[in-house]
């Protein structure tokens, strides 16, 4: 039986990877009941994560935040000094996980001349930024990628993070 954390989840994929999607798809693709799906999204629409619409639902807007390069240019200053404050806590030789959020791609950036770190990610931008350098070593997860944010957030890249 599947967690309802784990169903919030792939419900939030689906709709990630596309506009809005009727019940009915969404409860063959979780392999659960109608009413399941419906008593679902009666929640994730209180907790504000979907709007439901006619017969299904759509991501909500605040969830849906855009192109990553749109998000990349929002309040990049600010972004690129929580950055340098990062890369001043970090050493040579730790490990650490950074996320596929735009200030994520920022610490990357700031994290260049930095030798020998671990890092876990499901941000390919992260990848490319440290990857191959100084000896550091990148544990990426994999699965689908959802280009519009440069990023792994299937179950497979859930399942390695």
């Not at 969830?63 to 749109?70: H, I, N």
Request: no cysteine.
């Amino acid at each position: 039986m599947m967690k309802r954390s784990d169903r919030r989840q792939d419900i939030l994929d689906l709709l990630r990877n596309g506009d809005a999607h009727a019940i009915a798809e969404l409860a063959e693709a979780l392999a659960v009941s109608d009413e399941t799906i419906r008593r679902e999204l009666r929640l994730m629409d209180t907790d504000g994560l979907i709007e439901r619409i006619h017969g299904g639902a759509r991501l909500a807007k605040t969830v849906e935040e855009g192109a990553f390069e749109v998000r990349l240019g929002r309040n990049a200053a600010a972004k690129q000094r929580i950055a340098a404050a990062v890369a001043l806590l970090v050493e040579d030789g730790q490990s650490l996980y950074i996320d596929a959020s735009s200030t994520g791609h920022y610490v990357a950036q700031a994290l260049r001349s930095k030798r020998d770190l671990t890092i876990v990610t499901n941000a390919l931008g992260v990848v490319q930024e440290l990857g191959g350098r100084n000896g550091n070593r990148i544990y990426a997860a994999g699965g689908e990628l959802d280009g519009r944010y440069r990023a792994y957030f299937d179950s497979d890249a859930r399942a390695y993070l």
